[in-house]
């Protein structure tokens, strides 16, 4: 019996120790203590904020920091009632690039938690591995000492020069940017350092470049060439397809400068090669057109001009046009060239278009007219101040100009400022002129005079200055009306006729007697 009781007692405590771990809540366990970095990487001089979590079961307590086995931070760190630890520290002088250890440490010395910063060696590189001299590069450099001046270098034809200089960012990064200067093809040296001794280098490979000048052209034509990056002081040899066309020397910085003649070749694009001994090249396509050129790209009205040209179609009838004007015309010959002469035509100074066609290829070339305008001419007829007669006739010298023939412009005026012109004549070929009945001056009044003055205007519409001013005066002149002649006539005939008859009839007396 109390066994039972004794069993039952036990099976009633179960049961309320039961209930109690139902009822009571579980107190959940604490999580570790964890610290994050920021930055979490970063050259000597790195200033690095560390935050830490879960220090709640360390409130009030010091805590050290330690970089690499070595306290950072000197004074201790006490956890605040947040349980949220947080310090700074820099990262020192004398630190090995590479993985370092930050760590926590508690009161009795235990490491609480750790977190790896990386300390950055000093390492530059540019954004693009070569490029032509002329390029512009950008030297992106990290794991320099923060906040310290980083210079840049550059190592071509064995002298190395100065780029320039920058400042370190708070994690040591930095960049610089230059302009690649002359310098042979290859790998040139870029170094960055700083005054303690960060160093760093790289290479950047300067590939060669070539220009012409223009980029295509004519048989015959002079073509400008230039190139850069090429090895210093060799020969560099330059052929259109296979054809050698020239070969220069570079400089000592592997530049050079020359020209070459397009040879007669037909029209298409050809491969060029420009190539130096080190088998450093460059290939490009030089486009041979049509062309065309003139013996004389300026002169005067009449000037003889041979135009000849390459590449147009062979056996094609071609038209050479001054202006909108046809001025000649010739057979292309079996090669795509030819030749064929015109006289500038009379037109205005200035720039005119002659242009070359044969139905399938054009050129465009530019003829210049001068513009010297020609003499002025000196008046010769009628006279300063003399009276004469209607018509009066006008005279003056003749003016000689290359740009022939000379016209002639005569004013004629009631003033000596040539206000009140009352006759004018353009286009006179001759070196005198008569004003038609229609154009006849009237005599003067009151002795008032006519003013009369004359211009040379070449065929290129070049105009001379006006003559010196002359003037006269037109006297009446007595002229009889046409009925009064007649009268007069018919008067002298009657009595003409009776002096006739008066002598037959004396006559007639004599006879009989």
């Known amino acids: 019996m109390m066994i039972c009781s004794k069993a039952l007692s036990l099976l009633t405590v179960a049961a309320i120790l039961g209930?109690?771990?139902?009822?009571?809540?579980?107190?959940?366990?604490?999580?570790?203590?964890?610290?994050?970095?920021?930055?979490?990487?970063?050259?000597?001089?790195?200033?690095?904020?560390?935050?830490?979590?879960?220090?709640?079961?360390?409130?009030?307590?010091?805590?050290?920091?330690?970089?690499?086995?070595?306290?950072?931070?000197?004074?201790?760190?006490?956890?605040?009632?947040?349980?949220?630890?947080?310090?700074?520290?820099?990262?020192?002088?004398?630190?090995?690039?590479?993985?370092?250890?930050?760590?926590?440490?508690?009161?009795?010395?235990?490491?609480?938690?750790?977190?790896?910063?990386?300390?950055?060696?000093?390492?530059?590189?540019?954004?693009?591995?070569?490029?032509?001299?002329?390029?512009?590069?950008?030297?992106?450099?990290?794991?320099?000492?923060?906040?310290?001046?980083?210079?840049?270098?550059?190592?071509?034809?064995?002298?190395?020069?100065?780029?320039?200089?920058?400042?370190?960012?708070?994690?040591?990064e930095c960049s610089y940017t230059f302009v690649v200067p002359p310098g042979h093809a290859g790998e040139h040296r870029v170094t960055a350092e700083n005054e303690i001794g960060n160093r760093a280098s790289t290479t950047f490979e300067v590939i060669p470049q070539a220009i012409l000048s223009p980029t295509q052209g004519s048989a015959g034509d002079i073509i400008a060439v230039s190139g850069t990056g090429f090895s210093a002081g060799e020969e560099v040899s330059i052929y259109l397809k296979t054809t050698p066309v020239a070969?220069?020397?570079?400089?000592?910085?592997?530049?050079?400068?020359?020209?070459?003649?397009?040879?007669?070749?037909?029209?298409?694009?050809?491969?060029?090669?420009?190539?130096?001994?080190?088998?450093?090249?460059?290939?490009?396509?030089?486009?041979?057109?049509?062309?065309?050129?003139?013996?004389?790209?300026?002169?005067?009205?009449?000037?003889?001009?041979?135009?000849?040209?390459?590449?147009?179609?062979?056996?094609?009838?071609l038209t050479v046009r001054y202006d909108t004007t046809e001025v000649a015309q010739a057979s292309v010959d079996e090669d795509g060239s030819f030749a064929v002469t015109f006289e500038a035509p009379p037109s205005i100074a200035g720039q005119h278009t002659v242009k070359v066609s044969d139905g399938n290829d054009t050129a465009e070339l530019v003829f210049i007219i001068e513009s010297t305008p020609p003499l002025t001419p000196v008046r010769q007829l009628p006279e300063p101040g003399v009276e004469i007669r209607s018509p009066v006739v006008f005279g003056w010298g003749t003016v000689e100009d290359l740009s022939a023939p000379v016209t002639y412009t005569l004013q004629v005026a009631n003033d000596g400022e040539f206000a009140d012109v009352v006759l004018e004549k353009s286009g006179l070929a001759t070196t005198e002129y008569t004003p038609t009945s229609k154009d006849r001056l009237r005599a003067s009044k009151d002795e008032t005079a006519y003013y009369w003055r004359v211009k040379a205007v070449d065929a290129a519409s070049n105009e001379s200055g006006w003559s010196a001013v002359g003037s006269f005066r037109v006297v009446a002149s007595f002229t009889m009306p046409s009925w009064a002649i007649y009268v007069l006539i018919g008067v002298a005939v009657v009595i003409v006729g009776f002096l006739v008859y008066r002598l037959w009839k004396r006559n007639r007396s004599s006879y009989w007697e």
């Open 19 to 172: 209930m109690l771990v139902a009822v009571i809540p579980a107190q959940p366990a604490l999580a570790a203590p964890a610290i994050q970095l920021s930055p979490a990487s970063g050259a000597i001089g790195t200033m690095v904020t560390v935050t830490g979590t879960n220090f709640e079961s360390y409130k009030g307590d010091n805590l050290s920091i330690f970089f690499g086995g070595m306290e950072i931070i000197t004074s201790p760190v006490t956890v605040p009632d947040s349980g949220r630890l947080e310090a700074s520290f820099e990262v020192p002088g004398n630190t090995s690039p590479g993985l370092v250890m930050v760590s926590v440490i508690g009161p009795l010395g235990s490491t609480l938690t750790n977190a790896s910063f990386m300390v950055e060696a000093p390492e530059i590189w540019p954004d693009m591995d070569s490029g032509v001299v002329g390029s512009s590069v950008t030297i992106i450099a990290r794991g320099f000492y923060v906040d310290r001046i980083v210079a840049f270098y550059y190592n071509h034809n064995g002298v190395t020069t100065l780029l320039g200089t920058t400042v370190a960012d708070a994690t040591g």
């Open 247 to 317: 070969y220069i020397r570079s400089d000592a910085f592997g530049s050079f400068e020359g020209v070459f003649k397009v040879p007669a070749m037909s029209n298409d694009s050809y491969a060029m090669r420009i190539e130096d001994v080190s088998r450093n090249r460059v290939l490009m396509q030089f486009p041979i057109v049509a062309g065309a050129r003139l013996s004389s790209t300026a002169g005067h009205v009449g000037t003889e001009v041979i135009v000849s040209g390459n590449g147009f179609t062979a056996g094609a009838e």
